[in-house]
């Protein structure tokens, strides 16, 4: 019979990581899943009680292809391919909890990717629209929200355009480290409250380790103000190029 780690059972001296556990011995995903929260994100800075009881219960790995699922709790991204990732737990949990999604706000994700980030959203109460240009994932997310009994909107767009023409949002997640926010995005962020939540790379050199910075933005009149939060890196989000801002 497979040996079941259980918490009481890790020595105290290391910091495990749920990717090393699981190939070492046989566990399962929600024990990796519970490991992921209490060894990556409770103790660095994730404290929101919303975002850490979501990714307790959002199974990671449903949103993955089986020959990555065994990825779904490491502490790094996953390629997804076509110059798309999964963001590592830790990078997603601190971004979410930056965004600070209440119940019932209307928020959009984009460069939704696999869906696993709109996912968690959604279990925060929030009523989410997920935008991607990649048919074959959303597909993908479409199937995985449906067996987990989540209402998530998909749409097929570009990213860099947002979804303009629509009732403007509460809130807006680029998931993925970018070189500048687009103006665009100003005018589709509700006045007065809307924000926007994602990576802007402080170095972005062609086969360089990219380094970034979480920001939050908020609509200033048909501009924005951003405000850096933390140092964060995670992968270029494909599509996104430097383009003129408004900002202030």
């Known amino acids: 019979m497979a040996q079941v780690i259980r918490p009481a059972m890790l020595p105290r001296t290391k910091a495990w990581n749920a990717v090393d556990m699981m190939a070492s011995t046989a566990i399962s995903f929600a024990t990796a899943r519970q490991f992921m929260v209490d060894s990556q994100l409770r103790p660095t800075k994730v404290t929101s009680a919303a975002v850490l009881d ?25 390629d997804l391919g076509q110059g798309q990732f999964l963001m590592a737990p ?13 119940e019932g706000e209307r928020i959009l994700v ?5 869906g696993y980030g709109a996912a968690v959203l959604a279990a925060c109460g929030a009523r989410v629209t997920a935008l991607d240009s990649n048919e074959a994932l959303q597909s ?19 990213p860099v355009e947002g979804l303009p023409g629509v009732q403007a949002w509460d809130a807006i997640l680029i998931e993925g480290m970018i070189p500048a926010i687009p103006a665009a995005f100003a005018t589709q962020l509700r006045p007065g409250q809307g924000r926007l939540v994602t990576v802007r790379a402080s170095r ?11 920001v939050i933005a908020e609509r200033q009149g048909e501009s924005l103000t951003v405000t850096p939060a933390f140092d964060c890196t995670t992968s270029p989000l494909a599509g996104f190029a430097p383009e003129p801002v408004f900002e202030f």
Not at 63 to 70: D, E, G, N, W
Not at 204 to 214: E, I, K, R
């Open 204 to 214: 972005l050199v062609p086969g360089a380790l990219p380094t970034g910075v979480a």
């Open 140 to 158: 993908a997310a479409r199937a995985a929200y449906q067996g987990l009994g989540l209402t998530v909107a998909s749409q097929i767009g570009n």
């Open 54 to 78: 979501a990714m307790r219960r959002i199974p990671r790995e449903r949103f993955l292809p089986a020959a990555t699922a065994s990825l779904a709790y490491a502490d790094q991204d996953v």
């Open 110 to 114: 984009v460069g939704s990717g696999c």
């Open 90 to 102: 830790l990078a997603f949990a601190r971004l979410a909890q930056l965004l600070a999604p209440v």
